[in-house]
């Protein structure tokens, strides 16, 4: 897989450790048989955006020992299915969301393990915790029993030079930093999409969601709809 080699390269690049970043594929509007295809060739975490194309595709890949993680706006009439099928949860930007997962969390399964969303870019159309709130939500996160919080996930725009897309991102990887300071364990720093993925892992992205640079191009229209491939 190309995308492996790149993430290699900009470990080495950035003086990295070795495997400390790992590669989320993200699926949203892949067929199942190409998710199966990544996880035969030794891919295991998986991202999908939308609950219903995701249970589907769950139910059709389930004897698959696949660790699927939520990317998508996590909506609260859906936290109890999203609580009950998913491994991770990386969008979480509001306190009453985390306490509806960890109160719905099966009794059965491990802890969610979940990712607070930022915004440091204002805009407010965005989904995302600000920096000036970010602390308190981290804690009162951190505390809830069903819940694991594991760090911080980022979906800076898009910015015209290299320079200001490292910006961006050293602004959540201070803000983590600023968080275990405050005595939040965290490990976790989920940035880094197909066009960014360097920029993110030489600001320390221990995750980085990638959806094009894996499958090649959705085809979806930007609905998240299966309309390809016969689906
Ligand atoms: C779709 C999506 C990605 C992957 O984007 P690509 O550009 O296809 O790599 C990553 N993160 C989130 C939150 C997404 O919705």
């Not at 995302?128 to 594991?150: C, D, F, K, N, Y």
């Amino acid at each position: 897989m190309a995308v492996r080699e790149r993430i290699a390269a900009a470990i080495r690049d950035h003086h990295r450790r070795p495997q400390s970043v790992e590669l989320l594929a993200v699926s949203k509007s892949q067929p199942a048989a190409d998710i199966r295809a990544a996880y035969v060739a030794g891919q295991r975490r998986f991202g999908e955006s939308y609950l219903q194309e995701a249970l589907r595709k769950m139910a059709e890949l389930d004897e698959l020992a696949i660790e699927w993680h939520f990317i998508g706006r996590v909506q609260s009439n859906k936290t109890r299915a999203i609580a009950g099928a998913f491994d991770w949860v990386h969008g979480i930007d509001r306190l009453k969301t985390a306490q509806r997962l960890s109160d719905q969390r099966p009794e059965h399964r491990p802890p969610l393990n979940v990712c607070l969303q930022v915004n440091f870019g204002g805009e407010t159309t965005k989904a995302g915790i600000g920096r000036h709130r970010l602390t308190e939500l981290a804690r009162a996160v951190s505390v809830l029993p069903r819940l694991r919080l594991r760090g911080l996930m980022a979906l800076p725009e898009p910015a015209t030079d290299p320079a200001a897309q490292r910006a961006r991102f050293r602004e959540v990887a201070d803000a983590a930093e600023r968080l275990r300071k405050a005595g939040i364990a965290i490990d976790t720093l989920s940035m880094g999409m197909s066009h960014d993925l360097e920029a993110a892992i030489a600001e320390g992205a221990t995750m980085v969601r990638i959806g094009t640079a894996v499958f090649g191009e959705r085809h979806d229209g930007g609905t998240g709809n299966l309309v390809h491939r016969g689906q």
